[in-house]
């Protein structure tokens, strides 16, 4: 017996049991015949993509969508027409129909990640992100990997208020990609929402040292990087200033060493927040308010 696994478009079974294989006569013999087609199919497949964009450009996208209709409903399992027909019905705003094509190219072509990715992504732009999720979910059983499945994901149960599947998902891509400032600013961005301030700092200060220099991102989140950073330093140093209130032996760590003392209190400034911190003229801070003392020292 051999049998060939790939795509729904290039499965090849060779076997007189091919029922057996799949558990079902009438799907083997289904898939057996869709494996013979396959190269008249992807010839037509081919044509029909070229006919659709020659409409497209003549501006007649409804008649490449019906066309695209016709081969698909005749042709099971056309991916590339697919995908193509659900783009045209987007930019035409049918989204409903955008997302019934792509459903129905999942079915027909299960184990191509290029359906499921492109039903993912859409789910999400238009707030479905029940389905987003288990798209993407879907997609990472075909493509562990997948950068793109996870920052679905991620977006997806953002979306939801998830924060803590958000931010296991935004640790992932950290991880798998390093390298891509972005993900540690969704990161950052999840940490701060979550009020781990440090953390977030962290983040967004790894942002600003990848993208230092690369003109690439100047004019994309670097901008909204800095911003903040900026109000973590100063919702930070008014803690520090409260606290150097509150305690004296705080406050005389704080002017023998103000870094020190700060990070020792789980503090995370950027460099301009440490030099902010330095400037803090901390024997003008009024003393302890009397009552305080009376009820809690």
Not at 130 to 142: C, M, N, V, Y
Request: net charge negative.
């Amino acid at each position: 017996m051999s049998v060939k696994t790939g795509t729904a478009e290039d499965t090849v079974m060779t076997d007189n049991n091919a029922a057996r294989l799949v558990g079902s006569t009438t799907l083997a013999l289904r898939e057996t015949h869709h494996a013979a087609l396959v190269p008249a199919q992807l010839a037509r497949e081919t044509r029909s993509l070229r006919r659709a964009d020659a409409l497209v450009a003549a501006g007649h996208p409804d008649k490449a969508v019906a066309h695209l209709r016709r081969l698909t409903q005749t042709v099971p399992g056309t991916t590339r027409a697919s995908l193509k027909m659900a783009s045209l019905l987007k930019e035409s705003k049918r989204i409903g129909e955008a997302l019934t094509v792509l459903r129905r190219a999942t079915e027909e072509a299960p184990s191509n990640p290029a359906p499921h990715e492109a039903l993912a992504e859409l789910s999400l732009e238009v707030g479905a992100t029940d389905e987003a999720i288990t798209s993407a979910k879907l997609l990472l059983t075909l493509v562990p990997r997948s950068i793109t499945a996870r920052d679905i994901l991620s977006a997806a149960y953002l979306q939801r208020g998830l924060l803590s599947d958000a931010l296991r998902v935004a640790q992932e891509l950290c991880r798998l990609d390093p390298n891509e400032p972005l993900h540690h600013f969704k990161r950052g961005v999840l940490l701060q929402q979550m009020g781990i301030v440090g953390g977030a700092t962290e983040a967004y200060l790894r942002v600003l040292a990848d993208c230092a220099g690369d003109e690439e991102y100047e004019d994309d989140f670097v901008g909204e990087t800095r911003d903040a950073l900026e109000m973590l330093d100063r919702y930070q140093l008014r803690q520090i200033a409260i606290l150097a209130v509150e305690d004296m032996v705080f406050r005389a760590n704080l002017q023998r060493d103000p870094f020190e003392t700060a990070t020792a209190k789980g503090f995370r400034l950027s460099p301009a927040g440490i030099a902010a911190l330095g400037r803090i003229a901390l024997d003008e801070l009024p003393s302890p308010p009397t009552w305080r003392h009376r009820y809690y020292h």
